[in-house]
């Protein structure tokens, strides 16, 4: 990951500060230095890494600390302030009809991107299409379609056409079916006139709403001409960095990002489909200072929570924790969700709770899509109050009332009865492994509603 030091030897820094109350010149130099050394080291360029620092200095020394506030953690909050400005705000990426067009260089990793970025848009419940334009590389169509199948999404190429900007053509109307278009296009070992002039006529060809620049994260300083080049030739609105696994670098990336003035909008760490995520400035940071995400998991949950309070005045996530988890609760769940986005990235975000846990899971035990949302609350709509409180009262009559209330087939009450089923095994696997941690402290603060401020993973 990016600047993979900077978290254990800032915090090192930072504890030199413990206890006293105002911040000196030598102390501000030596962390100041820290943060230089970790930024040079992750390829970031020497003169954003100056301007980052002059910023802290400047702030820590003049701005008084807020009271109560100690001079650690007046320290921490600029640094990570400034950090967060360093990477900028993640690339505006909507929910809605779409053409993206990756472009890179050979290798960069365009084609796993654009099936994980397909992944990521089905499980927001839109349809996405990948066109896989790249006839250069052999190998490159059988490989998408293999990652577009894991992944479950559309998928167009044509092994036997030899040309890129028919395939997209054509691409665009086979699929014309789906939301969210992605064309994967070719890369050369370097930047070439033939790849510059071939990108040029797929992009006039599929009018794209949006091109994204694909980067290997340990591209290091060459990653400024690349950016320039694509930039010039096509527009580049946003970069995607892939290969965090594999690497502490990834500074070069934010330097295509400045020399483009363009944003980070996904985020690439392993071969898998499902190894991607948005890029979020502030959980980004908050993940490479090693200090968990709960500032903004807290945020995201308490505005979703306000949210979705209204008529579920007698929810009680105790309840929940206890083990009765109800239809209530599901469709209490279901609605935070779909304001926080899909639970799998929430849970990633808590310390503790990431990746691995949730691999262990079935796969479709977290898979609520917007249409079967949609259908579910329609279902439950037609319930009884005993029944949502009880679901395994629900017996076969009680199926074919429902079905006739809700208009839907008794095989999605079915459906959702089993999705209960398995939200419901699910929590108790939480709740075994959470014993007095991170998922009973995020309900508590699910329900009671503290911290909240802009630094809570600080304190
Ligand atoms: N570890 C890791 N490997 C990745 C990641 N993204 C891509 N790869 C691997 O990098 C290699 C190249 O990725 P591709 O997606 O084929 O790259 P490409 O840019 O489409 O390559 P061309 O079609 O030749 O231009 C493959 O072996 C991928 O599995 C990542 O985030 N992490």
Known sequence: MVLDNLGSSLRGSLD??????????DDIEEIVKEIQRSLLQADVDVSLVMELSDSIKTRALEEEPPGGTTARDHVLSIVYEELVSLVGESTEIPLENQTILLAGLQGSGKTTTSAKMAWWFSKKGLRPAVIQTDTFRPGAYDQAKEMCARAEVDFYGNPDNDDPVDIARKGLEETADADIHIVDTAGRHALEDDLIAEIEEIESAVDPDRSLLVLDAAIGQGAKDQAKQFDESIGINGVVITKLDGTAKGGGALTAVNETDSSIAFLGSGETVQDVERFEPNSFISRLLGMGDLGQLTERVQRAMEETQ?????????DMLK?????????????????????DQVMDMIPGMGGGIMDELPDDAMDVTKDRMRAFEVIMDSMTENELENPRSIGASQIRRISRGSGKDEERIRELLQQHKMMSQTLKQFQGMGQGGDMERMMKKMQGGGGGGGFGPFG
């Open 323 to 343: 083990g009765q988890f109800t239809l209530k609760d599901m469709r209490h769940q279901m609605n935070a969700m779909n304001k926080m986005g899909p639970l």
């Open 16 to 25: 030199t500060l413990s206890g006293k109350s105002r911040v000196g010149e």
């Open 310 to 318: 209204e008529e579920e005045e007698d929810w009680d996530p105790e």
